[in-house]
């Protein structure tokens, strides 16, 4: 409905109309995780990156990954100041790095030792600190079973930080 009101909106003072297609809206919806920030920039990064007055799912993926899109705003707002301001320690964003790039949603302390070769003690002590921060989540019902509070969070590690490297080891 938001998307929607926006697009009327633009058409007011645009003087054309701009139509969204359901796949486009549904991964918008997707991405932002309910966040009303997360909602306007995938929106808007998707409807600058619309060439024909119809923004697709392509659109939605462009705006994302463009250079100044989607993630890359988020990341300058949110998720740059998360990850180096807030955390000083590289074993800590080592954590993070590996978190990130885990292929499933949770991730078990058990792995996080054993892929970054940290000691359990300093696992602990940074597992702490992102659930004080809100970085992290506990898998619900369960001890040591971890995952990042935001997948844009998460796919924003990937794009911007050398947690590729991580992946690849």
Known sequence: MV??????????????????????????AMFSEGYPHFLQQYAYSAFEADTDNNITNDDVFKGLLD???????LGIRYFDSMYFKEIYSEDYRKILQVMAS????FISKRDIVSKTGLKD?????????????????????TRGMYMLSSNSFKAWILTFTNAATVRNK
Request: aromatic share 6%; charged share 25%; hydrophobic share 40%.
């Open 121 to 141: 003690y300093t696992i602990q002590n940074a597992v702490s600190a992102f659930l004080k921060k809100g970085i992290l989540t506990i898998k619900p019902g």
């Open 67 to 73: 250079e100044n899109g989607a993630l890359h705003q």
């Open 3 to 28: 998307i929607e009101l926006g697009l009327s909106e633009a058409e007011d003072k645009n003087g054309f109309k701009t139509s969204i297609d359901e796949l486009a809206l549904k991964y918008i």
């Open 102 to 105: 885990h292929d499933d949603a």
